[in-house]
């Protein structure tokens, strides 16, 4: 089992650009989470995927993150434009279910807004 | 929504001491709760789960309470090492997804 895979591990980019985070989650789990974790704010889920359909994405903070899962094996996630407060470590997790089953994190995409 | 307050922030402790992190809850139809490790530079990493059936749960050095009633759980690690530094978050969950807390970080000394 490869677990829960991400990719960057590091971005840093300027404002203004867009930013492209990655994500393969563990094989026959059909459900997917984005969080985001900072200092002052923990862990923050951003939105999750059943089956591959976004289910709840109230905690996207804006219209310019947008996250997309076109296949069980692989989702993104989209900051357009970039903004030195989306700087934050970016981590996608995985479950057999979306109800009280254990998650599954990746290792995490740090990333820098400059 | 779900609101989860873990304490305490920090915890420093000998080897071979006893650490205790607590959690609190709101939503008194909570269920599951979940504890999670994470080490520098990876993913929280899931250590030791109950769910609301269930008063206490053990898994060699590492045990989970939980307080229905008061809405309040906690972890207990017995025989602290070095590598069990790290920072611990509770989490929490009823009919939808986890709410986290903002997490201890355990230091444990040699």
């Known amino acids: 089992d490869a677990g829960v895979i991400q990719s960057p591990r590091h971005e840093v980019t300027e404002m203004g650009q867009e930013v492209t985070l990655r994500c393969k989650p563990i094989s026959g789990h059909n459900s997917l989470f984005w969080y985001r974790q900072t200092m002052m704010r923990g862990l923050e889920l951003l939105i999750y995927f059943n089956n591959n359909v976004p289910i709840d994405d109230s905690g996207m903070p804006e219209d310019r993150f947008s996250a997309k899962m076109p296949n069980a094996s692989f989702s993104t996630l989209k900051i357009q434009p970039s903004e030195p407060r989306d700087s934050a470590v970016y981590f996608c997790a995985s479950s057999r279910d979306s109800d009280n089953s254990p998650l599954h994190f990746g290792n995490g995409t740090r990333l820098t807004v400059t | 929504g779900e609101n989860v307050e873990q304490h305490p922030s920090t915890l420093s402790v000998q080897e071979g001491d006893s650490a205790v992190i607590k959690c609190t809850y709101s939503d008194s139809a909570s269920n599951y709760f979940p504890w999670y490790k994470q080490e520098l530079g990876k993913g929280p990493q899931l250590i030791i789960d109950?769910?609301?059936?269930?008063g206490e749960k053990k898994d060699q050095r590492i045990a989970v309470t939980l307080n229905k009633t008061a809405k309040h759980f906690s972890l207990h690690i017995t025989e602290t090492q070095p590598e069990d530094s790290a920072v611990y978050f509770c989490?929490?969950?009823?009919?939808?997804?986890?709410?986290f807390g903002k997490g201890t970080m355990l230091l444990v000394s040699p």
């Open positions: 109950i769910r609301s059936n269930v």
């Open positions: 989490a929490v969950s009823g009919y939808s997804t986890l709410t």
